[in-house]
């Protein structure tokens, strides 16, 4: 009856994890994030070598070849940053991880150091998808592929 003690959803903001030119999802190299098979979002082709948390929250997932991470929100938003195409091929080389599955993060935290140089020849891309993966549960309320510096590329609201 009474919604005024209801909790309001908080907006989630999504950074770029990577510096570089930011592209729409539909143009990477691979079916499955192109055709938003495993979210929605955006991706990098990176200009730098560090990777960083691209929101606040928990590492929840960190690949063991370390070509992709998770990063789970307070409010249960699930965002994965996926550094290249085809790179769990690669079993980890190239790949060195500064944090670990369940470190605590803040947006831009340092999560991954990229040799980009060694791995650019080994596979057929190195756009970095940025994807909410349980994207049904949000709606997006901003994606901006035109921003730079400090500001958020993607915002995002619980339904």
Known sequence: M???FKKKPKEVEIFSPIDGKLIK?????????SGKMM??????????????SPADGV?????????????TTDD????????????????GLGFKPLKSKG???????PILEVDFDL??????????????????DYDILKLDLTVSGN??????IKK
């Open 151 to 156: 500001d958020s590329v993607m915002k995002v």
């Open 25 to 33: 999802l539909e143009d990477v190299d691979d079916p499955v994030f």
């Open 119 to 136: 791995i650019k020849d080994k596979v057929p891309s190195t756009h970095t998808p940025v994807v909410v993966t349980n994207i049904d």
């Open 2 to 4: 009474f919604n005024i």
């Open 76 to 91: 249960g938003c699930e965002i994965l940053v996926h550094v290249g195409m085809d790179t769990v091929g690669l079993k």
């Open 59 to 71: 590492i929840s997932i960190l690949h063991e070849s370390h070509h992709a991470f998770g990063i």
């Open 39 to 52: 979210g929605d979002g955006f991706a990098v082709e990176a200009d730098d070598s560090i990777v960083k």
């Open 103 to 109: 470190d605590k993060v803040k947006a831009g935290d």
